[in-house]
Every structure is written in structure tokens, then in C-alpha cells.
């Protein structure tokens, strides 16, 4: 079976930057969205909301609240 992992991308002022890679795992706390990624290694994204998901491409974008 081929692991397909996504990657976490900040969209803010008309640019894009990868902010996370191999992300296996997205949930939200207290409203805000936490990364997880193959090793375990989490993001909390305090002032941002998932924007969109790309599924085709394993892309997460995010952005300001």
C-alpha cells in the first residue's frame, strides 16, 4: 500500500508557503486546527482555519482568521 501524506500550506497576502510536509493526520481543539504529521510531530494553528483541501493533490491550505 503507497502512503499518500499531505502537505500544510499557509495561503496570506497573495502568496503560498509550506508550512508542514507528510501531514497523516488533521483535527481540530478548541476550535483551532492541529497537524499531526508520520512522526507524530504536531502544529497548532492558533489564528488560522482550514480554507480548503486539496484531495487530488494532498494539499491542506489555511489561512487568517
Do not use: T
Not at 5 to 30: I, W
Not at 38 to 53: A, K, L, N
Amino acid at each position: 500500500m503507497e502512503m499518500c501524506e499531505a502537505k500544510a500550506v499557509v495561503v496570506e497576502d497573495g502568496g503560498k508557503e509550506v508550512v508542514m510536509e507528510d501531514v497523516a493526520f488533521l483535527y481540530f481543539r478548541d476550535g483551532k486546527p492541529v497537524l499531526r504529521n508520520i512522526v507524530g510531530e504536531e502544529m497548532i494553528f492558533e489564528d488560522y482555519e482550514v480554507e480548503s483541501v486539496d484531495f487530488v493533490h494532498h494539499v491542506i491550505y489555511l489561512r487568517l482568521r
